[in-house]
């Protein structure tokens, strides 16, 4: 009998070491997999009706006779409205800009009721409107936020996602930059899923929102995200600075680094950090779609690197494509 027992435990071992080998290997697997893609298929098309090919740009009546309009997501409304007013006086033309989102950007071109629409993501495959063209103004970091008391400064991408995966439940599994222990604060998820059908943004955390804890706790706008941070001790969420300085009366809160590396301008650049948002603009081609003032704007927008702020924290398109940033015409499709 204790021969048997013997033989069992010597077959069990083996066993044993290969489930513990194919579960070490598919978590590998599944943490290489949890961020989603950063871009989609340029060369794809969406289907559309041809009675939809044939329709010429139509504005909505409430923008009134004007040469142009224009849709912006509410950041690139404040990274270039100002560039886009100065060239319609220099050029003595009437372009209507109006304040969005990307879904409302969307929903314009779609009804092919505006003449360009700027985006905060890559384009979805729905985005891909035959005849439409995206054009990249440049890319910013997307940044962890904390509460301002939060010992807390540094982190691991893994560490990250398993926050947000709900794999980590409190600070105190953390340590500080001094190997101290976290807070024993419960932590609080706080996500804006927002442009869930495109890719890039915060799916380069987490691919889909069922990847996420269960105890995310969901805001519907910026400000939300902000000020739900601010005022939650044991919160963390995310957000572009631009944002942050922006609603920064919403309250006060700090940026984490991740891997030890920080979100700025240099280390995205460099592809060290990892997440950061697309900010792209659209012309039309085609006969009846094509305006000509529209595409003499946005070459002058692409060129306008130089006068972007320094506080919209933005990497221009000619930074990225000398770093090797991957380009299909004016439109970045892929990091280096």
């Not at 010429?56 to 007013?85: C, F, N, S, W």
Request: charged share 20%; proline share 7%.
């Amino acid at each position: 009998m204790k021969v048997l027992n013997n033989i069992r435990i010597i077959i069990f071992l083996p066993c044993l070491a290969a489930v513990f080998l194919f579960c070490h290997s598919v978590m590998a697997e599944n943490s290489e997999t949890l961020q989603g893609e950063p871009f989609t298929d340029p060369s794809y098309t969406q289907q559309m009706p041809s009675s939809w090919k044939d329709q010429p740009i139509r504005h909505d009546p409430d923008v009134g006779q004007v040469d142009l309009a224009v849709t912006l997501d509410q950041h690139l409304y404040r990274a270039i409205k100002g560039m886009i007013e100065n060239y319609a006086a220099e050029h003595g033309l009437k372009i209507s800009v109006s304040d969005g989102t990307c879904g409302i950007t969307a929903g314009k071109l779609v009804r092919k009721a505006v003449d360009v629409g700027g985006f905060c993501c890559p384009p979805g495959k729905t985005d891909r409107l035959p005849g439409l063209l995206f054009h990249t103004i440049g890319v910013v970091p997307i940044v962890l936020l904390v509460h301002p008391e939060n010992p807390i400064g540094d982190i691991t991408l893994q560490e990250a996602r398993k926050i947000f995966q709900g794999e980590m439940y409190r600070w105190s599994e953390l340590k500080n930059s001094n190997g101290q222990q976290g807070p024993d604060t419960k932590i609080q998820p706080i996500g804006r899923l927002h442009c869930k059908i495109r890719p890039g943004h915060w799916r380069l955390l987490l691919d889909n929102e069922d990847l996420f804890s269960p105890r995310l706790q969901e805001v519907g706008t910026i400000p939300d995200m902000i000020s739900l941070v601010a005022a939650t001790p044991g919160a963390i969420g995310y957000e572009v600075m631009m944002m942050v300085e922006r609603y920064r009366s919403e309250g006060k809160v700090k940026a984490l680094k991740i891997d030890g590396i920080a979100p700025n301008r240099t280390n995205l650049l460099s592809r060290k950090y990892p997440l950061y948002r697309t900010l792209n603009i659209t012309t039309w081609q085609g006969e009846k779609v094509k305006m000509q003032h529209a595409q003499e704007l946005v070459d002058f927008l692409l060129g306008q690197e130089v006068r972007l702020d320094n506080k919209f924290n933005i990497i221009p398109a000619s930074s990225l494509r000398q770093m090797g940033w991957q380009f299909k015409g004016n439109e970045l499709i892929g990091s280096p």
